[in-house]
DNA sequence: GTCTATACCAGGATAGAC
DNA sequence: GTCTATCCTGGTATAGAC
């Protein structure tokens, strides 16, 4: 297979699912159809179907790059420097988050789709299964330099709380989703107030 | 109009929901198609159309039974003696959620229908609000007589922790919802003991 | 590789007999 | 009021020409 075509078609596949991607925030994620699909990406049936299998593989690609750039994010959480306080890390996420889908509805759309989709449960489970992770981590480097507390100490509290911080961000993706009067500003600073330190 | 025939259309306008809350159950939200719903409700098409206007009536019928549940239990909770503590009042909620709901990947997949549903929209912005709002009496309730705290005082407390109470709660709900390792008793553990009191 | 046209299917809703 | 049979729409996927 010539390196040339190889190329081709991942950046076909790519422009595929970039238009998948704005189909799905204009309709929804599964109200989307194959013919919005088909006209946001200005290419004809055939063409798409040569790429994917179906309406299913595109919506599990959008889905895994949606939730790809949240894991760059939170992965990098822990590498900040200067280290941003427990009370920020919540908000710094979240504005990264908003930053790159718009709004949280996306998100909370895929949830629902993962319940009984195997494929994206599979996927969900394994981002929030990471994002826990990574707000463990950051909390136990935290504990160290700010508490001096020793390795192994600092890492037990993290684990001990980094659900805490995970409910706060799901959450705010649910009530910023759901809420007419949703104001992240409030919300944040009501919960980063509550939240340890 | 007779007051017989009235009941009697109630009754039936109820024995068809239940069924597709049934059906609801076995196939997801938005999966159960009216096909299912007739079958499990043992009637036939033409007769579950003279009591409901179409499927979503049917499906906003049943969304509304499903939270109607979920208020009675919330508006109970300030009045509770003797009063749970913080750390046990999430607990307590999330029992009886899935004691009445077995699980809680319904209300996912109610809150992902719920972004583009406009009237399901306003059923969640409803009991989401009337959450916070019952977590925000019972903790004002809480303070006055756990800390002696004057009654303005403890309301304004009171209003600002009822969002990480309610975080605490929707992220139970995700998390048990998605995670295939979720174990209720170690979420809440960790979760009440970082909660403010 | 890509297009147009179309086959095919699922599912919601209705018509008309009883 | 209720049932059966059927219509119709919308949506996915494919066939065949270019």
Redesign the pocket.
């Known amino acids: 297979m010539p390196r040339v ?1 190889e190329e ?2 991942a950046a ?1 596949r790519r422009e595929i699912a970039d238009a998948a991607l704005r189909a799905v925030r204009r309709k929804g994620f599964q ?7 088909i006209a946001e990406s ?15 593989e595109i919506v599990h690609e959008v889905a895994g790059g949606i939730v790809g750039g949240r894991l760059d994010d939170v992965e990098r959480l822990a590498a900040t420097d200067p280290m941003p306080p427990p009370s920020e890390v919540v908000r710094v996420l979240m504005q990264g988050m908003l930053e790159d889908l718009g709004e949280t509805g996306i998100l909370v759309q895929m949830w629902g789709e993962a319940v009984t989709d195997p494929a994206l449960r599979a996927l969900a489970t394994d981002v929030l299964g990471r994002l826990r992770g990574a707000y463990a981590q950051y909390l136990s480097l935290w504990h160290q330099r700010e508490h001096g507390l020793a390795p192994d100490e600092a890492l037990a509290l993290g684990v001990d709380q980094a659900p805490l911080f995970l409910a706060a961000s799901q959450a705010f993706v649910v009530q910023s989703a759901l809420l007419d009067d949703f104001d992240a500003e409030v919300y944040l600073a009501r919960v980063t107030r509550h939240l340890p330190r």
Chains 1, 2 share one sequence.
């Open positions: 075509s081709y078609r076909r109200a989307a159809s194959m013919a919005d699909i200005g290419m004809s049936a055939g063409a798409i179907y040569g790429y994917f299998a179906g309406k299913s």
